[in-house]
């Protein structure tokens, strides 16, 4: 299939149209022998609740971004090099079905490489997951341990430490993660508590970052509307 595309009109044109769509916010994306396999609606988990992204397979990248305009006009474009992707399968939670995980290596692919915890989204739960006593409020803020996902009040993460894997600055971690990095112990291994809620259709642990997935302001309702009903679709030749 992708050598019938390769170097077909079709699949210029598709790609143009790609760049076009994501504007001078997005990046170059024609390449020779880049081919756009596919393309569709996705749900992706992000940090408040799941919302719809615009995804596009090519055979080398994936590119994803907000829908502004559907089918005319994206924005806060990610690119994931395909090279080691592994999909992970997720399972089912109520109305999101088909879930899967993205994971890819970060930085020198020599080294070894742990994963980014699934964050559990904000409406998930109204308590503290760690003293299980403080409810979140205008006050009680909740914060994400960059460890474990879990959402803790600010008592229960006062701590950071330095998740080389993630970041080069020292990220906020809850008081039960810190005492068993500190300690020298796994807190995977160690941990109790429930794993962290995988409502999905897509997760990316590729090291995007994931701040505009809490900015709403540029999703307009007609970018909204009807993006679930649309079903993705497949390049097979020059149609």
């Known amino acids: 299939m992708v050598d019938r595309l390769v170097n077909s009109e ?18 170059p994306l024609s390449v020779q022998g880049r081919v756009l396999v596919g ?9 408040k609740k799941p919302k719809p992204r615009q995804f596009f397979l090519f055979n080398d ?3 994803y971004g907000n829908i502004v305009i559907n089918k005319k006009k994206y924005n806060k474009q990610h690119i994931i090099p395909l090279d080691d992707v592994k999909l992970q399968s997720v399972d089912d939670e109520e109305e999101l079905k088909n879930g899967w995980m993205i994971k890819s290596p970060r930085g020198n ?7 980014s915890p699934i964050w559990v989204p ?3 739960t109204k308590m503290c997951m760690n003293c299980k006593k ?3 409020s205008f006050v009680n803020r909740r914060h994400h341990c960059r460890q474990c996902g879990q959402v803790v009040c600010g008592n229960c993460s006062t701590k950071k430490w330095l998740l080389a894997s993630q970041s080069s600055k020292e ?10 990095l500190s300690s020298g112990q796994d807190p995977a291994q160690n941990d109790t508590r429930p ?12 090291g995007e970052s994931s701040s505009d997935d809490d900015d709403d302001d540029d999703e307009t309702e007609q970018g909204k509307q009807n993006t679930n009903e649309v079903e993705p679709t497949f390049y097979q030749g020059n149609q």
């Open 10 to 27: 079709a699949n210029a044109r598709r790609v143009s149209n790609v760049e076009q769509c994501f504007g001078v916010s997005g990046q």
């Open 39 to 47: 393309e569709g609606v996705l749900t992706k988990l992000c940090r």
């Open 61 to 63: 990248i994936l590119v």
């Open 109 to 115: 692919k020599k080294q070894s490489v742990d994963d």
């Open 122 to 124: 904000d409406s998930a």
């Open 134 to 136: 403080t409810e979140f």
């Open 171 to 180: 990220l906020r971690v809850c008081d039960k993660c810190y005492e068993q």
């Open 195 to 206: 794993p962290p809620v995988q409502a999905n259709i897509n997760i990316d642990t590729s």
